[in-house]
């Protein structure tokens, strides 16, 4: 598969873009209940949360300051997935926790990797 090394940082790029969206619409669930409305009630640490995941979304879909956006992110998923998920069970797949966790290494990797080439940090030369 040595093929795919030439794509590398576009591939990166590509799974930053696709788990910035979709982190992102975890918090307008949450913010605007869109597109769907949020199940649970919010409370402070909810609702910093979605404020957390709508801008850090946004910042971490084009790739603006990408490296320590993706780590105040990861941190966030941790202490989501301890606080909401890790008390119910140890194995994620039976305690709810799995978006969270793969949420947390995706960008505790995109911290450590940087942006990829498709990202405004990559054009400015920051990644």
Request: proline share 6%; glycine share 12%.
């Amino acid at each position: 598969m040595n093929f795919l090394g030439a794509w590398s940082s576009q591939i990166l790029s590509v799974v930053r873009i696709v788990a910035a969206a979709t982190f992102f619409t975890h918090g307008t669930m949450k913010l605007f209940a869109w597109p769907a409305p949020f199940d649970h009630p919010l409370n402070g640490l909810m609702y910093t949360a979605g404020v957390l995941e709508v801008v850090g979304g946004l910042m971490l879909l084009v790739g603006f300051y990408a490296r320590p956006t993706a780590f105040v992110l990861s941190g966030l998923m941790a202490f989501a997935y301890f606080m909401a998920h890790g008390s119910r069970g140890f194995f994620p797949v039976l305690n709810g926790g799995e978006p969270a966790l793969l949420f947390c290494f995706i960008f505790l990797y995109i911290a450590a990797a940087g942006p990829g080439r498709w990202s405004i940090d990559g054009r400015a030369g920051r990644h």
